[in-house]
């Protein structure tokens, strides 16, 4: 790979780092605020639980760096499908070896996308579940009156990371999405061939789909529709507390 990879991948990588880093140092971060002293059995059953957190955020990780490498292959097609086609005559031999590469990255992000289908369904089930109970903890923490600020910050700190963490996951699905099927605008300026004419079919009838399980497409939409669930299930726990309050005094 002789070229260095558009800034939009660049910045994506160095994100997703950072938070997969921040997310596990902040887990460790809350044994020591939340645990109380003293309970030997309770600081080995916080650890356990911290690092199966921790665990699960690395796992996912190798889906993202899978999914990221594909996005850099397609990147990659499009470049060199872009200098073929600028030259006169059409180098046909370039184009059959990019043609053969582009296959085998359609079929390996199919495969990627398999191998980490029940993964990255656990993971978005348990995603859904963390923000849905700690946006109702953070209700009543705000409305306890005994705020502890250190707790408070770091608590936020690692919701809002992992918001935008799995906000990652889909805007880089639509990235592969949207490299896998750029159209060739500059291929009605070259000499057409039957090898051209062949590959700029197979591009056009194999549009490339990101699925979880076969269940829904993971796309930007779907995180949007995902957060109107979150926080509309975060209001009906309110509701359900503020009425069982009521109801006992």
Known sequence: MRDAPKSTLRWLFYLKFTFVIFMNVGNLCTL???VPDGDPFIWLNSIVFVNAMNIMGVATYGYFLGLWHMARGYEIVNQH??????????????LNCIWSLYIGLNRTTQRICGLYGLQMLAARFDFFIFCVINSYWSYLINTSGTVNFTMLIVGGSLYWVRLFDFYLFDYLCDLVVQYQSEPKHIVSETQWTNELSAFVIYANSSKLTIRICGL????????????????SYAIVLVQFHLY???KIY
């Open 32 to 34: 020591f605020l939340w």
């Open 244 to 246: 069982l309050n009521r």
């Open 216 to 231: 829904f497409q993971a796309d930007r939409r779907q995180w949007y529709s995902l957060m109107c669930a979150i926080m």
């Open 81 to 94: 499908l872009n200098e073929i086609f600028q030259r006169s005559p059409l180098d046909e031999w370039k």
